[in-house]
Nanobody, 124 residues
């Protein structure tokens, strides 16, 4: 089992920045590819960003490219999502997830463990 706890969400004005953190415990963090997903009210959960377990590669949703950066610190068992130039449409609950594959995935079903989420609200 892997336990994931997100933090760093909150209320921010459009154009602002937030850094989300996801701390993992329970199993060897470096064995898992990590992803960030989000779910806005009334919408399905969607992919935001993901990173290989060795941090050698990452991928982003088109909506996140150029504004968000995913990184990981395997020594701290933590994955981060730096979000800049935030827009009201980024408002959602953000979830981190861990997958047992070595390569990142944009598919929800490829992830085995999920955190409880941290809410992000971007005001216009």
């Amino acid at each position: 089992q892997v336990q994931l706890v997100e933090s760093g969400g909150g209320l921010v004005q459009a154009g602002g920045s937030l850094r989300l953190s996801c701390a993992a415990s329970g199993r060897t963090f470096s064995n898992y590819a990590m992803g960030w997903f989000r779910q806005a009210p009334g919408k399905e959960r969607e992919f935001v960003a993901a990173i290989n377990r060795g941090a050698g590669g990452a991928d982003y949703a088109d909506s996140a490219k150029g504004r968000f950066t995913i990184t990981r610190d395997n020594a701290k068992s933590t994955v981060y999502l730096q979000m800049n130039s935030l827009k009201p449409e980024d408002t959602a609950v953000y979830y981190c997830a861990a997958g047992r594959g070595s390569i990142y995935s944009i598919t929800l079903s490829d992830y085995d463990y999920w955190g409880q989420g941290t809410p992000v609200t971007v005001s216009s």
